[in-house]
């Protein structure tokens, strides 16, 4: 009999249940305990729904009250010592300040959150963090360095498996992998490579698994993801070695890779000591033909057929025929999966009972994806005739999608099939662009300025949710995001800030606010999906060919304009993002809509250009997130997403300035393809990494202007001018001080106005500093010193 299970849930709750609670929590609204609370309710409800679904086991490990990785941190005890956590810290309180930092003063006795320590006075910078991979999901980075010791620190994961115990559940618990840990972390120590500290780690590890063996879990889940990527030969030949050692004392291992082929790491994975393999058959259709050729018939099969990643229906004849070809040759156990963890997908349709009714019978989320597997599973085991209504019911919905005159659109297709040599291509050079540029704008030395986005407030928030409801007017919602929208402009002045932006009160979020208007996206009322920690984000959904009907910024960055001298950046999300951070239709090449999405925005850009506004800035935080694990498709990846960013951006004249952000991600591998976009100026995430980010940009003598980021906006505490002044001056050291801009981290949304007041206010103070420190020297005989005549 097959058997059926998913790697992971999403964790943050159908209504988002986990986000409130959490947002309480550090508000100082609701205790520990409370929060516990929310999470086994949260817990308890997803394990039955898996059960529900007929699954044979509930996975457990999954679950995290801010990040998974950051969990493991925990529980394999390499809390950085630089935290300074006192003993007998609240496990939870220390979670939240490695995940958050420390905003304190000098003298104070407690950190963020009780953690029951001295910071100075400006506090305790929180962990890095980087992208899980090719998705949007955002993962706290493990540092070790000299101080760095490994030992079994938390019960959270024991506890958790003793809850899904008690309420009658089989467990298999989920571990992320010690190559995969460690791969993920970054070595502080100077001189040394994080992977030797395998063996002082697997030791730690091997204690996990006694103990999960001794509560009766049958099997644990060894998620590997590095598996899927060019891995140096040092890594590759540790896993067999990791793993014999492993699995002495350990129940069951079910080796669990996804997102990318296994391609030179096929037969090894197929070989290692352990009981099972989970492959990606949605990301590498093409290697389960050789994992089933290579992987003895003594172990589990398990096979990741319903894609975890979006949210299409499964093409189930599709699937069924595979799988039945697989069941046919692999003579062991065969499972069946989505292809990763379905965090990546929101909860549920069941919350979705406005959505148009033709495009939602075309779409699966999470708990679908559960109800798929139990179609397959009853197909396999018991025949087609068991499940018919359900196959038909599914051959119907792709049959409708495919022939929707809703997805396909001539004229989208023929401006596309029309692009010109030279249509991606800016008219002059940087240097002669930049001239242009500094001529018109005449801004000073380390210009400051702002990613985009201010403060959210309540008012802002609850303005937007009326309109859409219908109980605010037009009239009266145009007053109010107006008065928003002053309100930044004035506050940007007084604080000092060279080149302005209108502050985004009219966007719920920076994909969203534009797929809204965009033809060919849809949107759900509650398909939400975990970015980091609380923050969740509500991925649009391509179904069709994509145009733009209307202009979408225009009105609110022409008012903006209106009310200042100073320039007033129009603020647009990039062609690479759009397509990225929505769940992207999968019936043609992301490519080609990539391409689709750069011609709408070239118009807006365009539009914007045409009104005045002279800094038009094309967020592309997502470029990296798209890359190939591989890098053996990377060049194509590159080629195509530089060019559909320069479309985008390529219609304007020269005096016209073209910003574009990235954060959280890694750049140096990928410098001569950033580069090759042609920004005029690119702000980047530097603080977290102290700055490491940026030496690459120096080493490679990147061409244009760069903005490298001087404080850390995803955690709430404010650094001193000194601090943001020693980054900055880190900067100055590494890109010529004429090429630089100062500017925070990433967009304010997320924050308060007292604490972005505060953070604006050292950062320009620090750049005043800076300026002072950079300035050229006048000659002697033209300061008026008296030595000349």
């Excluded at 457990?60 to 990040?67: E, I, K, L, P, S």
């Excluded at 699937?319 to 997908?345: F, M, N, Y």
């Amino acid at each position: 009999m097959t058997c059926t299970h998913i790697l992971g849930f999403p964790r943050i709750g159908a209504r988002r249940e986990l986000k409130f609670a959490l947002e309480k929590h550090w508000r100082g609204e609701i205790d520990a305990s409370a929060l516990e609370a929310t999470g086994a309710d949260l817990r308890a409800r997803h394990w039955q729904a898996q059960r529900a679904a007929g699954l044979d086991f509930v996975t457990v490990g999954d679950f995290a009250y801010y990040d998974h990785v950051a969990n493991h941190i925990q529980l394999l005890g390499c809390e950085p010592a630089r935290f300074g956590f006192e003993a007998g810290a609240a496990e939870l309180s220390r979670y939240f300040t490695m995940a958050r930092g420390v905003a304190a003063q000098a003298g104070q006795a407690h950190g963020a959150h009780g953690a029951h320590r001295v910071h100075g006075a400006e506090g305790t910078r929180a962990l890095e963090m980087t992208k899980w991979f090719d998705t949007n999901y955002h993962y706290l980075v493990p540092e070790f360095d000299a101080a760095t010791q490994f030992h079994l620190n938390s019960t959270r994961l024991f506890d958790e498996v003793a809850q899904a115990l008690a309420l009658g559940h089989p467990v298999k618990a989920v571990l992320l992998g010690p190559l995969s840990f460690l791969w993920l972390g970054k070595e502080k120590q100077a001189g040394r490579d994080r992977f030797t500290r395998l063996e002082a780690l697997l030791p730690v590890y091997g204690q996990v698994l006694a103990r999960l063996k001794a509560q009766g879990v049958a099997w644990v889940q060894m998620d590997e993801p590095v598996l899927g990527l060019d891995l140096p030969d040092v890594w590759r030949h540790a896993f067999e070695r990791a793993y014999w050692q492993l699995a002495r004392s350990a129940p069951r291992l079910m080796l669990a890779t996804y997102f990318s082929p296994l391609a030179e790491n096929l037969r090894m994975a197929c070989q290692l000591p352990v009981a099972g393999l989970h492959v990606d058959a949605v990301r590498a259709p093409e290697e389960l033909p050789g994992v089933v050729d290579w992987l003895p018939a003594h172990k589990v099969l398990s096979v990741g057929i319903v894609d975890g990643r979006n949210i299409w229906r499964n093409d189930l004849d599709a699937a069924l025929e595979r799988l039945r070809t697989v069941r046919d040759k692999h003579q062991g156990e065969l499972w069946i999966a989505p292809s990763c963890s379905l965090l990546h997908v929101p909860s549920s349709l069941d919350a979705e009972p406005q959505l148009d009714a033709e495009i939602k019978s075309w779409l699966a989320c999470a708990s679908e994806k559960l109800d798929e597997l139990r179609v397959l599973r009853a197909a396999l085991d018991t025949g087609a005739a068991s499940v018919q209504a359900e196959l038909r019911a599914a051959r119907a919905a792709l049959a409708a999608r495919r022939a929707s005159p809703r997805v396909n659109r001539a004229d989208v297709a023929l401006r596309v099939a029309r692009t010109a040599r030279g249509d991606d291509q800016r008219r002059s050079p940087f240097a002669r662009r930049q001239a242009v540029q500094r001529a018109r704008h005449a801004l000073p030395a380390l210009p400051t300025t702002t990613i985009g986005s201010f403060p959210q407030t309540a008012d802002i928030r609850a303005a937007r949710a009326a309109f859409k409801r219908g109980d605010l007017d037009i009239g009266s919602y145009r007053a109010k995001m107006r008065a928003a929208i002053a309100l930044a402009v004035r506050k940007q002045e007084e604080l000092g800030i060279d080149v302005l932006v209108h502050g985004e009160a009219e966007r719920n979020d920076m994909v969203e606010y534009f797929g809204e208007q965009l033809d060919g996206f849809a949107f759900t009322a509650n398909g939400w999906v975990q970015s980091y920690g609380s923050r969740c984000v509500k991925p649009p959904v391509i179904y069709g060919d994509v145009a733009r009907p209307a202009p979408m910024t225009l009105e609110w960055t022409s008012y903006a304009q209106s009310l200042t001298q100073r320039p007033m950046k129009g603020m647009l999300t990039g062609p690479n993002t759009l397509l990225q951070w929505s769940f992207v239709r999968d019936d043609q090449p992301r490519s080609v809509t990539a391409e689709q999405i750069a011609w709408a925005m070239r118009d807006e850009v365009l539009d914007l250009e045409a009104a005045g506004i002279g800094i038009i800035q094309i967020d592309e935080p997502a470029l990296r997130e798209g890359l190939p694990l591989r890098r053996s498709g990377w060049k194509t990846y590159l080629a195509g997403a530089a060019r559909a960013f320069r479309i985008s951006a390529s219609g304007v004249g020269d005096q016209t300035q073209i910003h574009t952000h990235m954060c959280y991600c890694e750049f140096n591998d990928i410098l001569p393809e950033i580069a090759a976009l042609d920004a005029d100026v690119i702000t980047i995430e530097t603080s977290r990494s102290d700055m490491e980010l940026l030496r690459g940009f120096g080493d490679f003598k990147y061409p244009n202007e760069i903005g490298p980021g001087v404080y850390d906006i995803h955690s709430p505490r404010v650094p001193g001018t000194d601090e943001m002044l020693r980054l900055m001056r880190k900067a100055a050291a590494a890109i010529p001080v004429r090429n630089l801009w100062i500017n925070p981290d990433c967009g304010l949304k997320t924050r308060t106005w007292p604490e972005t007041e505060a953070a604006l206010a050292h950062m320009v103070a620090a750049a005043r500093i800076l300026r002072a420190e950079t300035a050229p020297k006048e000659p002697a005989d033209r300061r008026g010193d008296g030595r000349t005549g």
